[in-house]
């Protein structure tokens, strides 16, 4: 096997001591091993989400959690506000559909983050709006919407806002309680450095008593039981044992870290990574509320943006992300997300300048690498 490289945002590379946690022997997980496991995962997912509300480990990708998030809060008819800013976005609306939710869409230019102030007034408009629903960082154009405003416009109206953090929590800031978020979602495979399979879900006080009254059909996800499991250091079925156990390494390396050095190295490799595109001549996809998760960047007039993504992938064995959707071939992702380091960075955007250079893209060689040591010297 060839030596390979993984800047995608999501799934993200994974430290070796939380793989080797996952190769370790299965135990039980009604044992006093594996509640002492759940007892510090339950504390470390607190600091990470910046909650004093317990978050909730399911066994799915993050979309699971964005549809418990769905299916604990609502009841079919009721009416929800849903950002589409992105791909992402959609998904909100999508699900809330599939449970006969009205969502009521505001639709964002992609490449823009939401505007708060839409936010307000639709909810003004429309007192029976039960919740908003955003997206932290809209992974399919390299935004991240300001959170903060928007809790400070929810807060105080009788809906709930939830956010699908699957991309950045635990490496951009999101402050769930501070900011009043009262629903925040998010994977395994993003930048808590683990392999997909695990989503989370905290829940305010104010989400609990929507917990109470929703009607949509539930089993799985139905966070009533979660509760009551969780309350006796227990989940409602069989966990993602190894998965968890693997959790409680990626949650004490960014403990050891600190939160805000992990999110002070997410913004130098995005600044690092935007430097290098600018100085190659590349146009950022996201210029204004560029996340510092991923850095979506317009392909050059006269290259095809999925055979770049491609060779590199086949030939070099460096993997950044295409274009979705409306995106495909006309953006590619470079991502900086996770258990990413300088060396990365320099790794990935080399291989993107040998890359474009055979594909005939004028530049000086080395101009890319050059901004990102630049940025790394400082
Ligand atoms: C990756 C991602 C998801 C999808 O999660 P899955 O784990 O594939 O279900 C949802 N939202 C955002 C913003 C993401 O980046």
Request: glycine content about 8%; aromatic content about 8%.
């Amino acid at each position: 096997m060839r030596k390979s490289y993984l800047l995608t945002p999501g799934p993200t590379p994974i430290p070796p001591q939380v793989s080797q946690e996952e190769a370790k022997p299965i135990i039980h997980h009604l044992t006093p091993q594996f509640q002492a496991v759940i007892k510090e995962v339950s504390e470390g997912l607190k600091y990470v989400f910046q909650t004093a509300s317990d978050v909730y480990i399911l066994a799915s990708s993050g979309t699971g959690a964005m549809e418990a998030a769905v299916v604990n809060l609502l009841s079919p008819g009721d009416t929800v506000i849903t950002v589409e800013a992105g791909k992402f976005g959609e998904r909100w609306t999508e699900i809330c559909q599939a449970y006969c939710v009205t969502a009521e869409v505001i639709k964002v230019e992609w490449g823009k983050a939401v505007d708060p102030k839409e936010i307000e007034k639709r909810i003004k408009n429309n007192p029976k709006i039960k919740a908003v629903f955003t997206t932290l960082c809209e992974t399919s154009t390299g935004v991240t919407n300001d959170i903060q405003a928007i809790g400070t416009v929810v807060k105080g109206t009788g809906a709930v806002l939830v956010v699908d953090a699957i991309s950045g929590l635990g490496a951009i800031d999101l402050k769930t309680d501070a900011w009043s978020v009262d629903v925040c979602v998010s994977g395994s495979q993003k930048g808590l450095m683990l392999p997909p399979g695990l989503s989370f879900i905290s829940l305010s006080p104010k989400a609990w008593e929507l917990v109470e009254l929703a009607r949509s059909p539930r089993y799985y996800f139905d966070m009533r039981a979660a509760k009551k499991a969780l309350e006796k250091t227990d989940t409602p079925y069989t966990p993602a044992i190894s998965l968890i156990i693997a959790l409680a390494e990626s949650l004490k390396m960014m403990k050891q870290d600190g939160l805000e050095n992990v999110f002070a190295r997410h913004r130098k490799m995005a600044d690092a990574t935007r430097c290098a595109m600018k100085d190659l001549g590349l146009e950022l996809f996201a210029p204004t509320a560029a996340s510092d998760v991923v850095t979506a960047v317009k392909v050059p007039a006269g290259i095809d943006g999925e055979k770049l993504v491609k060779t590199m992938r086949d030939t070099y064995r460096v993997t950044i992300a295409g274009g979705q959707a409306e995106l495909k071939g006309k953006v590619f992702r470079f991502a900086h997300m996770g258990y990413i380091e300088e060396f990365d960075i320099i790794v990935g955007i080399s291989c993107l300048e040998k890359v474009l250079k055979q594909m005939g893209y004028k530049f000086e060689l080395g101009a890319g690498v050059k901004a990102a040591e630049e940025v790394f010297f400082k």
